[in-house]
């Protein structure tokens, strides 16, 4: 340096980070006596910190010369400390006076090199010079710049220019010797041995090699520090001495950790058995005779006591355990008596996960020394200044420095915290080294900090005083003075939060806080907390740690969440509560309802294992009843929860607002009340629109709390958070911003949008929450308990009744916010807020909309809700909110005449060009029946046909004979029945996908939806009952038996398996079949079921779930039972159910000779004997029933008492019923064949309904009926009237026949023609119809459709006889998807494929054999009526409209006129002449443009119709589509495939089109947001730059800031990107049961979609796609290098796939297969790393554990592996998920799971995390 320094170059001293470069320096210029000017660089320094800064005195602007300049002119020596930090244009600055020595300054001088100012002065004078304002530069001018060799560690490169005019000296680290040498004298008392190995062991790690591993430099300047403390502890494991300064096991990832261990065991520095650890602090005590405050401590060690001297600080010492709210526990004590260790030499820094207790130590540890604590938090964008010295004015204008709370601590001898060390940029705290390192500072303002002996000893040469020294602006550093750093931990291998490097290790000995462990998190918990219930703490605590202790990353995110500070939160909440559910607080803290679906049901496995269980208690519903909020006597209560009202002043500012109560948000604000009351601040999480600030402000109304409001940006800076400044008359002014007013007013602080400010910014909240403190910029600083006032000006003091509730969006997709909650979470107490539960939504609607129909509210309530739950799977991106649905009522509460669906557009046409979205928003409106896209002509009713005439059939005599009245008594007799029972049964609840099907078209069905059948199941009954409003449908499914029922109008079925109770008969093969009857009141929600061949009747409670036998008294025994090869027929009973309503039925055999009445109320039986065998019943009414006789199928009347009373068994009389035809003249009888009715009704017809059946005005009793010869029949004056009644009928052109179904038994037995059971036929008496089924064979298809249609296939047909109008319409039920495989089975129950019953009155129900239910209005009135409603949903489409503007037009309107009449009344379109036209101008017509007044004369307003407007000529589309099709062909050709190839692919690709869609767009948004722009400071021009106001008043140029994109970070690694590998199974078993699942061809689904997904993504996200089977375990399939650019491509390894699976041996290399994927892919470097692994769960054939796999896919934590098990045999894939950790391993029971499951991993993990 001497040697530079003769030769007057400039030096520059370039090594590894630490103090030496600059000690030497500092050494040399000592020795020779030179001055200095010292300037650390940071990334802020500008141009004006190294020439002249202006500055403003009595109101003018001077230049102030700054270091450079100074160092020049007076010939010192100029020392720029580093220069890597120094933003690349400001060092050129100096080239000129590095090379030349000369620099124009700003002032308008001119320094000049010493020669050429001494040539000039020989010619001129030195006035002269000063004239024209030269100045010399001396010639001892020298400048030492130390600085980092820049590719090794991070910063900007040296410009080319600049390093070429500085001699550059690696100053490595001392030579070993000369370093041994000197710790020997530092640690007298330890072994020499030890320090040796010690020195290597840093060596070691300071080499190349280690750096090559990655591996930051060891800080070998530390080592005497941590000798130093062995000195005193020689006992102390040396091992735990290198972690203080060395954190590796924090520091590096695993493979870092193995070196370090290994060279620790080289250098024998594994802990033995003598070494110890300190275990607590026993005392302290103050130190009374020394100058400076310090301290003895003693310290316990290993049954040792050792005292040390420490430094103190100026406050009274507290004994260690003194401090009140501090819990003593192991851990911590250890930690404090190591912390005290590490305070004797050096700073410390506090590394530790957020919330567990930092602060609270770090106080601790002060309040023992007696020192006061300066609380600093740290941010983001912190600059070197706001670090240091701030500029302020004045009161007269003039610019000051401020000195920082930092500087002023390090005067005054406080602890510092620096809290958050780890946000801040590494460049800004270099600042600080010099500090740190020396305790020496230059500050802006030209003061300097010397370290306490130095300043003595300046202060004795020169013989001065401290005023004296303070003048010329020396002062000295406290020698108390210390600094805590507080950080969380690095982020292994992360590109951002790797905070801890080189440089960083050499300014403080580090401690690591671990979190507690369990045994002490519960002490801590429950002394902080003294009442809180034991059961739920222990619960509580194994849930978290065993959330920490795994490696999952999904589940230590989700421990981040329960720190030690949320646990304590939830305690106190318990404490107060004590009934409060544990798991609702668990999913509360964690923000469950917000977290990506892997982690969450990672999160409820976790739970479910913890036995932490969703409260049981709650089964009914809470109303709102017992929410109410009500207000007396001040006080408000909301549930259960009061609180007192707020007395306040400010009236306005309490937010007051329309506010519907509802059940959900009356439940959010008890939960917030409960904390409010507790002291907590709130956090608010939801959805947008969900009415989070509708809350909040309905909230503090009813508190009658005051508001302060404050709405965060992108923009929004600490500064605009705090204050405002702002310049009035050339003084600087603060104004406080709301969050400083709230503060001192006591006023509650709503911060809105949280999640759009940086993170960086918000977490300044944190000590304003967390302890209460905060500085603003004006130098005013918040303090929370006044007692820390005591006398200080510039202090805020937090009013107590100051809260803060924050409001933000959830995290990640599609909001893209910053993760407000991920930062600060913990701090608040969270509340995720949802929309309202349909119940309560539809409530709040009906507030808004009181005019609005209600199916049309409760429509948009269920479409809206099942949008969201699409947006929580994943489905769809954006999640509809209440908002949106209360805006669509509003609409239409305004202008009713509106229709819903163009309404709802309002909503919807923001994904009108997104074609996927609108799909899936189309069908889910539709299935709501919300007629969106529908045109108002689009109604397809069916065709009505004319009824024939109607003919006299005769007359029905009954028991009129020849020989007078012919009546037969039948016996009676009355028996009580057996019960057995009740079992109880399960009844399994499945939900209903009801879909409306007006949504499109309207037609006569209203709704379906589907049964979950199997495909064997056969439907053999349906029944309704309708109870108050109520319609219960019931329908009953064989083989096996099963019934299912529902509540037409819900949202569940459910459904009861009765296989194995009914009893199997020993028949020929047994076909049961069962029928139905619902009872009604008293016993509603009952049912029978009635076998029909066994005679079982079984009642059925389904509300209290029991099932009980009836047993019927036997009649007479059956000789013998049938055997299966007997060749007679199986008996059939039968149950009569019209009167199941009053709760009795009738049951009879074929062929039988009595009737069974079973009372069921009652529970007795009545059975009458006949004379004769029945073939059929019907119950016509109560006490009258028509019996058909076999055989000859003759009609009888059986009349009974209304009741028969038991103790005189009432007689019943049996009539004989005639047919008399009209007599035809000549007494000719014809002989007619008896027909049996199919269905009777069992009550008459209205008489206005009968009047205009018959067409003549008639009241009297009557039936109605049909049979297979007439379309229908009315009986007038049947069953009451004895006299003969006339028969009216409608007769069928042909009579249906009977297909007669061939059953040939076993051994050729005879044959034999059943008819079906069930006839499918229904009076609708209310509307005037019968109602029934027909085969398509009955219909008469060619007047239905026109010629050129084919009929469609269909399950039946139903038949509507419409005896009001006299028409005949047939509508097609459409086929049922699947149809079981017993045909012959199906046809002894039904001729058709479906069945049929009354519903509602107007309508009918049927099912088809494939289990699909469908509702149908038939009834005309209430058609029109629906119709009219469908109408008004739509809107009338094509309404005149017409726009009437009342002004005057403008000049060309000659006066007003009425035009010339036109004598033929012609239209006239415009032409300023005629009058009633139809668009004139002046003239009056309609619509004309300024014309007198409207006259129509009749004529059609002309206007193009909607329909002309929509429809595209059919050229145009006809182009449009040769278009297309000459482009793909175009294309297929480019890239040589095939047509037939393109189909093949398209059948893979569309298959997943829409989840590859949603995934491109959620990694467009990624990209997006990470290329978002930033702030760019230090602009000349732009935005004026609020913290620069001070600097645009002395007129700096550089004060602005402007958006551009942000340069990387200086040595921030590249963004590397993220690694995907996908392992399919391609094994034998996926082509062998692609056949049951289709499994192979999904998994072809999820290779293409990951293919195509990811294309043109390459340089974000690499993957490759191997296979294994039982050939190999690592068969390439889409390698790294060559990924598939097109279709083409991307076939053929489909093809490859699918050849594979073909043709491989069989075998299972699974396992192998994710180990080899999990180890090759962490050889390349990526940013995270992914494998996921698709198998069919075989392991156990193969004889593979399970728990191997779990161990393999967990292996290496860096490595996310994710297993999707394809639908295997049985329940394998389930059990083995069971054994795989949670959120890892997903079973795709249905393969078109897959890719939804691909999408779902991707956006919850890679994508959380771009």
């Known amino acids: 340096m001497m040697q530079k320094d003769l030769l007057g170059q400039d030096v520059f001293l370039i090594g590894p980070p630490g103090p030496l470069r600059r000690s030497i320096a500092m050494q040399y210029l000592e020795l020779t006596k030179r001055e200095v000017e010292y300037i650390a660089l940071s990334r802020d320094t500008t141009e004006s910190d190294l020439k002249q800064r202006r500055e403003i005195r009595a109101g003018t602007a001077f230049?102030?010369?700054?270091?450079?300049?100074?160092?020049?002119?007076?010939?010192?020596?100029?020392?720029?400390?580093?220069?890597?930090?120094?933003?690349?244009?400001?060092?050129?600055?100096?080239?000129?006076?590095?090379?030349?020595?000369?620099?124009?300054?700003?002032?308008?001088?001119?320094?000049?090199?010493?020669?050429?100012?001494?040539?000039?002065?020989?010619?001129?004078?030195?006035?002269?010079?000063?004239?024209?304002?030269?100045?010399?530069?001396?010639?001892?001018?020298?400048?030492?710049?130390?600085?980092?060799?820049?590719?090794?560690?991070?910063?900007?490169?040296?410009?080319?220019?600049?390093?070429?005019?500085?001699?550059?000296?690696?100053?490595?680290?001392?030579?070993?010797?000369?370093?041994?040498?000197?710790?020997?004298?530092?640690?007298?008392?330890?072994?020499?041995?030890?320090?040796?190995?010690?020195?290597?062991?840093?060596?070691?790690?300071?080499?190349?090699?280690?750096?090559?591993?990655?591996?930051?430099?060891?800080?070998?300047?530390?080592?005497?520090?941590?000798?130093?403390?062995?000195?005193?502890?020689?006992?102390?494991?040396?091992?735990?001495?290198?972690?203080?300064?060395?954190?590796?096991?924090?520091?590096?990832?695993?493979?870092?950790?193995?070196?370090?261990?290994?060279?620790?065991?080289?250098?024998?520095?594994?802990?033995?058995?003598?070494?110890?650890?300190?275990?607590?602090?026993?005392?302290?005590?103050?130190?009374?005779?020394?100058?400076?405050?310090?301290?003895?401590?003693?310290?316990?060690?290993?049954?040792?006591?050792?005292?040390?001297?420490?430094?103190?600080?100026?406050?009274?010492?507290?004994?260690?355990?003194?401090?009140?709210?501090?819990?003593?526990?192991?851990?911590?004590?250890?930690?404090?008596?190591?912390?005290?260790?590490?305070?004797?030499?050096?700073?410390?820094?506090?590394?530790?996960?957020?919330?567990?207790?930092?602060?609270?130590?770090?106080?601790?540890?002060?309040?023992?020394?007696?020192?006061?604590?300066?609380?600093?938090?740290?941010?983001?964008?912190?600059?070197?200044?706001?670090?240091?010295?701030?500029?302020?004015?004045?009161?007269?204008?003039?610019?000051?420095?401020?000195?920082?709370?930092?500087?002023?601590?390090?005067?005054?001898?406080?602890?510092?915290?620096?809290?958050?060390?780890?946000?801040?940029?590494?460049?800004?705290?270099?600042?600080?080294?010099?500090?740190?390192?020396?305790?020496?500072?230059?500050?802006?303002?030209?003061?300097?900090?010397?370290?306490?002996?130095?300043?003595?000893?300046?202060?004795?040469?020169?013989?001065?005083?401290?005023?004296?020294?303070?003048?010329?602006?020396?002062?000295?550093?406290?020698?108390?003075?210390?600094?805590?750093?507080?950080?969380?931990?690095?982020?292994?291998?992360?590109?951002?939060?790797?905070?801890?490097?080189?440089?960083?290790?050499?300014?403080?000995?580090?401690?690591?806080?671990?979190?507690?462990?369990?045994?002490?998190?519960?002490?801590?918990?429950?002394?902080?907390?003294?009442?809180?219930?034991?059961?739920?703490?222990?619960?509580?605590?194994?849930?978290?740690?065993?959330?920490?202790?795994?490696?999952?990353?999904?589940?230590?995110?989700?421990?981040?969440?329960?720190?030690?500070?949320?646990?304590?939160?939830?305690?106190?909440?318990?404490?107060?509560?004590?009934?409060?559910?544990?798991?609702?607080?668990?999913?509360?803290?964690?923000?469950?309802?917000?977290?990506?679906?892997?982690?969450?049901?990672?999160?409820?496995?976790?739970?479910?294992?913890?036995?932490?269980?969703?409260?049981?208690?709650?089964?009914?519903?809470?109303?709102?009843?017992?929410?109410?909020?009500?207000?007396?006597?001040?006080?408000?209560?909301?549930?259960?929860?009061?609180?007192?009202?707020?007395?306040?002043?400010?009236?306005?500012?309490?937010?007051?607002?329309?506010?519907?109560?509802?059940?959900?948000?009356?439940?959010?604000?008890?939960?917030?009340?409960?904390?409010?009351?507790?002291?907590?601040?709130?956090?608010?999480?939801?959805?947008?629109?969900?009415?989070?600030?509708?809350?909040?402000?309905?909230?503090?109304?009813?508190?009658?709390?005051?508001?302060?409001?404050?709405?965060?940006?992108?923009?929004?800076?600490?500064?605009?958070?705090?204050?405002?400044?702002?310049?009035?008359?050339?003084?600087?002014?603060?104004?406080?911003?709301?969050?400083?007013?709230?503060?001192?007013?006591?006023?509650?602080?709503?911060?809105?949008?949280?999640?759009?400010?940086?993170?960086?910014?918000?977490?300044?909240?944190?000590?304003?929450?967390?302890?209460?403190?905060?500085?603003?910029?004006?130098?005013?600083?918040?303090?929370?308990?006044?007692?820390?006032?005591?006398?200080?000006?510039?202090?805020?003091?937090?009013?107590?009744?100051?809260?803060?509730?924050?409001?933000?969006?959830?995290?990640?997709?599609?909001?893209?916010?910053?993760?407000?909650?991920?930062?600060?979470?913990?701090?608040?107490?969270?509340?995720?807020?949802?929309?309202?539960?349909?119940?309560?939504?539809?409530?709040?609607?009906?507030?808004?909309?009181?005019?609005?129909?209600?199916?049309?509210?409760?429509?948009?309530?269920?479409?809206?809700?099942?949008?969201?739950?699409?947006?929580?799977?994943?489905?769809?991106?954006?999640?509809?909110?209440?908002?949106?649905?209360?805006?669509?009522?509003?609409?239409?509460?305004?202008?009713?005449?509106?229709?819903?669906?163009?309404?709802?557009?309002?909503?919807?046409?923001?994904?009108?060009?997104?074609?996927?979205?609108?799909?899936?928003?189309?069908?889910?409106?539709?299935?709501?029946?919300?007629?969106?896209g529908a045109k108002p002509t689009s109604v397809q009713l069916a065709k009505e046909l004319p009824l024939p005439e109607q003919t006299f059939m005769g007359y029905w005599t009954i028991g009129q004979s020849r020989n007078g009245i012919q009546k037969l008594l039948c016996p009676a007799e009355t028996h009580h029945i057996d019960i057995k029972g009740p079992a109880l049964i399960n009844i399994q609840e499945y939900p209903i996908e009801r879909y409306e099907e007006r949504s499109q078209t309207f037609t006569e069905e209203c709704a379906s939806w589907k049964l979950p059948l199997d495909e064997i199941n056969l439907i053999c009954d349906i029944a309704t009952s309708s109870e108050n409003e109520e319609n219960t449908l019931y329908v009953v499914a064989c083989n096996p038996i099963t019934l299912y029922f529902m509540n037409m109008a819900g949202k569940s079925g459910y459904l009861v398996d009765f296989s194995d109770i009914f009893p199997r008969t020993a028949g020929r093969v047994w076909h049961p079949f069962v029928t139905v009857a619902p009872l009604g009141n008293p016993l509603k929600d009952q049912v029978i079921l009635h076998e029909q061949q066994s005679n079982v009747i079984l009642l059925l409670d389904t509300t209290g779930q029991a099932l009980r036998r009836l047993i019927l008294p036997s009649e007479e025994v059956p000789s013998k039972k049938p055997s299966w090869w007997s060749k007679e027929d199986t008996e059939t009973y039968k149950m009569c159910k019209e009167f199941s309503h009053k709760n009795w039925l009738v049951f009879y055999k074929e062929n039988g000779n009595n009737l069974t009445v079973l009372d069921v109320l009652e529970g007795r039986t009545h059975t009458i004997s006949l004379p004769i065998n029945l073939k059929t019943v019907f119950l016509v009414a109560e006490d009258k029933w028509l019996l058909v006789e076999d055989k000859t199928n003759q009609k009888y009347l059986l009349t009974k008492p209304a009741h028969i009373e038991s103790e005189d068994s009432g007689v019943c009389q049996l009539y004989m019923l005639k047919e008399e035809p009209p007599s035809s003249g000549f007494g000719v009888i014809q002989e007619t064949d008896l027909s049996i009715p199919h269905k009777i009704s069992s009550d008459q017809l209205s008489s206005e309904n009968l009047s205009s059946a018959v067409g003549q005005k008639i009241a009297s009793p009557n039936r109605i009926l049909s049979d297979k010869n007439s379309y229908a029949t009315v009986v007038i004056g049947f069953p009451d009237l004895m006299s003969p009644s006339e028969v009216y009928s409608w007769k069928r052109p042909s009579s249906l026949h009977k297909p007669s179904v061939t059953d040939t038994t076993f051994y050729g037995g005879k044959k034999k023609s059943e008819t079906p059971k069930q006839s499918n036929c229904v009076t609708l008496l209310d509307t005037n119809q019968i109602v029934r089924i027909l085969p398509p064979g009955e219909v008469p298809l060619k007047d239905i459709y026109p010629k050129d249609v084919t009929p469609p296939q269909t399950a039946g047909y139903i038949e509507i006889t419409d005896l009001q109008s006299k028409k005949l319409r047939y509508i097609p039920i459409p086929r049922s998807e699947s149809l079981s495989p017993y045909t012959t089975w199906l046809s002894t129950i039904s001729d058709t494929d479906a069945l049929l019953a009354e519903w509602d009155k107007g309508g009918v129900v049927t099912v088809d054999m494939g289990g699909h239910i469908r509702l149908w209005e038939t009834g005309l009135e209430h058609l029109q009526r629906s119709l009219m409603e469908w109408r008004n949903m739509i809107g009338q489409g094509d309404r005149q409209m017409q726009i009437t503007i009342h002004r005057d037009s403008g000049k060309d309107v000659s006066s007003p006129k009425h035009g010339k009449e036109d004598p033929d009344n012609m239209p006239h379109v415009g032409g300023n002449t005629w009058a009633g036209g139809t668009g004139g101008r002046d003239t009056a017509g309609l619509g004309g443009k300024g014309g007198p007044y409207r006259l129509d004369a009749g004529h059609t307003v002309y206007q193009v119709s909607e329909a002309e407007k929509d429809a595209v000529p059919e050229e145009v589309k006809r182009a449009a589509r040769e278009m297309g099709q000459k482009a793909f062909q175009q294309r297929l050709k480019e890239i040589q495939m095939s047509e037939y190839d393109a189909t093949t692919y398209e059948r893979f690709s569309g298959a997943v089109r829409r989840q590859v869609h949603s995934l491109r767009v959620i990694l467009d948004n990624l990209q997006a947001k990470g290329k978002e722009r930033q702030w760019l400071r230090h602009q000349a021009t732009g935005e004026l730059d609020d913290a620069k106001i001070i600097e645009g008043l002395t007129g700096e140029k550089a004060i602005y800031k402007r958006r551009g994109e942000l340069e990387p970070q200086l040595g921030s690694p590249q963004q590397k990107p993220k690694r995907l590998r996908l392992v399919v199974d391609v094994s034998g078993s996926m082509y062998r049961f692609n056949g049951v699942d289709g499994r192979l061809e999904r998994s072809m689904e999820a290779v293409c979609m990951v293919m195509e997904a990811f294309e043109n993504y390459e340089e974000k996200f690499k993957y490759d796609i191997v296979g294994h089977s039982g050939d190999g375990y690592n068969i390439g399939l889409v390698p790294l290098n060559k990924i598939p650019k097109d279709n083409k491509q991307r076939l053929e390894i489909l093809k490859t796939m699918h050849a594979h699976a073909q043709f491989c041996m069989s075998g299972d290399h699974t396992l192998e297969g994710t180990e080899h994927a999990i180890k090759e892919i962490v050889k390349e470097e990526a940013d995270e790393y992914f494998v996921i692994v698709l198998s069919d769960a075989n392991l156990s054939r193969y004889g593979i554990h399970p728990a191997k796999f779990a161990q393999i896919l967990t292996s290496n934590p860096q490595v996310n592996a994710f297993a999707i098990f394809i639908g295997s045999l049985g329940d394998q894939a389930t059990r083995l998920q069971r054994t795989l950790p949670a959120g890892r391993s997903f079973v795709a029971m249905d393969t078109k799971d897959i890719p939804q499951i691909l999408q779902q991993i991707f956006t919850s993990t890679m994508l959380s995390t771009v």
């Not at 090379?99 to 308008?108: A, H, P, T």
């Not at 010619?123 to 590719?151: C, Y």
């Not at 190995?197 to 300071?206: E, G, I, P, V």
């Open 63 to 932: 230049y102030i010369d700054q270091c450079a300049v100074r160092a020049a002119t007076e010939g010192r020596t100029l020392i720029l400390e580093g220069l890597e930090k120094a933003e690349r244009n400001v060092l050129p600055v100096l080239n000129n006076l590095l090379e030349n020595r000369e620099m124009q300054l700003e002032d308008g001088r001119f320094l000049m090199s010493s020669e050429r100012y001494d040539k000039l002065l020989q010619d001129h004078t030195k006035t002269e010079l000063d004239a024209w304002k030269i100045v010399r530069v001396s010639e001892n001018f020298r400048v030492i710049a130390l600085g980092l060799p820049v590719p090794k560690y991070s910063g900007n490169p040296l410009d080319p220019p600049l390093r070429s005019r500085f001699q550059a000296r690696d100053i490595y680290y001392l030579p070993f010797k000369d370093q041994l040498k000197l710790l020997y004298s530092v640690g007298a008392s330890v072994s020499a041995e030890k320090i040796s190995q010690l020195l290597s062991f840093a060596t070691t790690l300071c080499s190349q090699e280690s750096s090559t591993l990655g591996l930051p430099d060891f800080p070998l300047d530390s080592l005497p520090a941590a000798v130093q403390i062995l000195d005193s502890f020689p006992m102390m494991s040396i091992k735990h001495a290198i972690q203080w300064l060395y954190p590796y096991t924090i520091l590096l990832g695993h493979e870092g950790k193995m070196a370090v261990e290994g060279v620790l065991k080289r250098f024998e520095l594994q802990d033995s058995d003598s070494s110890m650890l300190p275990k607590e602090v026993v005392r302290v005590e103050r130190l009374v005779d020394s100058p400076a405050p310090q301290a003895a401590v003693t310290v316990q060690i290993a049954e040792k006591e050792v005292t040390i001297q420490v430094p103190a600080g100026t406050r009274p010492i507290n004994q260690p355990c003194a401090s009140d709210h501090f819990i003593q526990t192991l851990s911590h004590k250890q930690l404090l008596a190591e912390m005290m260790q590490s305070h004797m030499v050096k700073d410390i820094c506090l590394i530790g996960g957020k919330g567990c207790g930092k602060t609270v130590i770090a106080k601790n540890f002060a309040d023992n020394l007696g020192y006061n604590i300066e609380p600093i938090m740290l941010y983001q964008d912190m600059t070197a200044r706001d670090l240091l010295q701030q500029r302020y004015t004045l009161p007269n204008g003039d610019t000051a420095w401020r000195s920082s709370p930092l500087v002023n601590a390090a005067l005054e001898g406080k602890l510092v915290l620096l809290d958050g060390i780890h946000r801040v940029n590494a460049g800004t705290l270099a600042v600080l080294q010099r500090l740190i390192h020396d305790r020496e500072l230059s500050l802006y303002d030209g003061s300097r900090l010397l370290r306490e002996d130095r300043y003595m000893r300046l202060k004795e040469e020169l013989q001065l005083s401290d005023e004296q020294l303070q003048k010329r602006s020396i002062f000295p550093v406290h020698p108390s003075f210390r600094i805590i750093a507080l950080a969380e931990p690095p982020v292994i291998g992360s590109t951002t939060q790797q905070w801890l490097g080189p440089e960083f290790l050499t300014m403080f000995l580090f401690h690591y806080m671990k979190p507690l462990v369990k045994s002490e998190e519960i002490q801590v918990i429950k002394e902080m907390v003294p009442n809180i219930p034991q059961e739920a703490l222990d619960r509580l605590l194994s849930f978290t740690h065993k959330l920490r202790e795994t490696q999952d990353p999904t589940a230590q995110s989700l421990a981040a969440s329960l720190s030690t500070r949320q646990l304590l939160r939830i305690s106190r909440r318990l404490s107060q509560y004590p009934n409060e559910n544990l798991h609702s607080a668990v999913t509360k803290a964690c923000l469950s309802r917000f977290l990506p679906s892997l982690a969450r049901s990672a999160l409820e496995k976790n739970l479910a294992d913890a036995e932490i269980e969703i409260s049981t208690d709650n089964h009914q519903e809470p109303e709102l009843e017992n929410y109410k909020c009500e207000i007396a006597s001040g006080n408000l209560r909301i549930g259960a929860i009061s609180a007192p009202i707020y007395n306040t002043h400010e009236k306005m500012k309490v937010p007051d607002v329309l506010f519907y109560d509802n059940l959900q948000h009356m439940i959010v604000m008890e939960d917030m009340l409960k904390d409010f009351l507790l002291g907590e601040h709130l956090l608010l999480v939801g959805n947008q629109g969900v009415g989070k600030n509708k809350i909040v402000d309905r909230f503090l109304h009813l508190l009658n709390r005051p508001r302060e409001y404050i709405q965060l940006h992108r923009d929004t800076t600490v500064q605009t958070l705090t204050l405002q400044p702002s310049v009035k008359d050339g003084l600087i002014v603060y104004e406080d911003s709301p969050l400083v007013k709230a503060v001192k007013l006591g006023h509650v602080l709503v911060v809105d949008e949280a999640d759009k400010a940086p993170t960086n910014v918000t977490c300044i909240l944190k000590t304003l929450v967390e302890n209460g403190e905060m500085i603003l910029a004006d130098g005013r600083r918040i303090v929370a308990n006044s007692a820390n006032v005591n006398g200080r000006e510039n202090v805020i003091v937090i009013h107590p009744d100051f809260r803060m509730i924050v409001l933000a969006n959830r995290p990640g997709f599609p909001f893209l916010g910053n993760d407000f909650f991920g930062t600060l979470g913990d701090i608040f107490s969270c509340h995720a807020v949802d929309n309202p539960k349909p119940h309560s939504e539809l409530e709040m609607l009906r507030q808004y909309g009181p005019n609005v129909p209600k199916p049309i509210l409760e429509k948009l309530v269920a479409a809206f809700g099942e949008l969201r739950s699409l947006a929580d799977q994943g489905i769809i991106n954006y999640p509809y909110s209440t908002r949106e649905v209360v805006n669509i009522v509003k609409h239409l509460q305004k202008f009713p005449t509106e229709g819903l669906s163009s309404v709802v557009r309002n909503v919807f046409d923001f994904d009108s060009y997104n074609n996927d979205m609108r799909e899936i928003l189309i069908n889910t409106l539709h299935k709501y029946g919300i007629p969106i």
